[in-house]
């Protein structure tokens, strides 16, 4: 008995050819009436469908195309608002869990790292000391960037609330070295946490040592500029004197209860117009320089202000500029 199979060697349009094996089976007689078999190995050719890779690359092309219109995208936003800037920040060792108040749910607060964030003013423990036992600790600010809330699951498999908060990577590095920065920075992000998005949270947190962070890093998008009330119109020529700190002071109304605005008095002698002013106001902080470079003013205050509404005059006779500014929270 013989079987053979024949090679075939046709390929049909846009169909690729596979190489498989025939064999050719022969039956041979031999002298001790046994029998055996001969195995041929013979060459043939088979089709197959290339559709699906044709699909696989149609899908890879597709995802760098989205990749492309993402960047695009990102690209338009940061022209359309230049005085933002989109970071990614750095996980950090710190995950921190409490409790919102009253419903006793859990709340994952994951402390972040970026040299983006501006860094607060030099503090020594010494001063973070004297500051934390004062009866206004709020006087002194750190810059944080506040995410927004995300839903993740916790090892119990439960479902929970985490927010992302960063600041500046230096400091971040001095809070990881020092117990009492670190319960100050938590503390503060707390606070941040409760004003912004009109949370209460339990001040019985604890800091977990076996997982540092939970869920993935977002994104954020940081101001890098605050709104000028008073800007310069006309350049002048800068001065090589330094420029002097101006006398000023704060003032709260109404004087009791809770405060409605932040009005700043600064004094300004020389200063003969308001075209030679710059003032930034910041949620916190007040920045103004008089050129060229009579004065410079830079102090951070212990409320959070409405920016968009703050005012602010001018008085060419007494030289003195009063900023007015509505209090969100203080």
């Known amino acids: 008995m013989s079987v053979r199979l024949i090679e075939g060697a046709q390929r049909t349009p846009q169909r690729e050819a596979v190489t498989v094996f025939h064999i050719e089976s022969k039956e041979r007689s031999l002298p001790a009436s046994t029998h055996c078999w001969e195995a041929k190995v013979m060459l043939t050719t088979m089709t197959t469908d290339s559709s699906l890779l044709n699909s696989e690359l149609e899908l890879q092309q597709q995802e760098e195309l989205y990749q492309q219109l993402l960047l695009q995208t990102m690209g338009k936003m940061q022209s359309q608002n230049p005085d933002s800037k989109l970071i990614r920040p750095q996980p950090g060792t710190h995950l921190v869990k409490t409790l919102s108040e009253p419903s006793k749910q859990k709340i994952f607060i994951n402390i972040c790292q970026s040299n983006l964030v501006p860094p607060p003013p030099e503090l020594s423990r010494e001063e973070l000391v004297e500051l934390l036992q004062s009866e206004d600790p709020s006087g002194y600010r750190v810059p944080m960037s506040l995410g927004e809330p995300h839903i993740e699951i916790d090892n119990s498999s439960q479902g929970c609330t985490a927010y992302d908060v960063v600041i500046n990577q230096e400091f971040f590095q001095m809070c990881q070295k020092d ?22 949270l339990s001040r019985d947190w604890k800091v977990l040592k076996n997982r540092k962070f939970l869920g993935s890093v977002s994104e954020q998008n940081i101001r890098t500029k605050s709104r000028p009330v008073i800007q310069e119109l006309k350049p002048q020529e800068s001065s090589t004197a330094p420029a002097k700190r101006p006398e000023f002071t704060f003032v709260v109304e109404p004087p009791a209860g809770d405060p409605e605005y932040l009005i700043a008095e600064i004094k300004l002698p020389g200063v003969t117009s308001s075209r030679s002013l710059i003032l930034d106001v910041g949620e916190d902080r007040l920045v103004l320089t008089a050129r060229p ?31 007015t500014m509505p209090v969100v929270s203080s």
């Open 179 to 200: 117990p009492l920065f670190q319960q100050f920075v938590i503390l503060v992000s707390l606070e941040g946490l409760e004003n912004k998005y009109s949370l209460e």
């Open 293 to 323: 470079s009579l004065f410079h003013l830079d102090v951070f205050h212990p409320f959070l202000i409405d920016q968009e509404s703050s005012v602010a005059q001018y008085n060419n006779s007494t030289q003195i500029l009063t900023v």
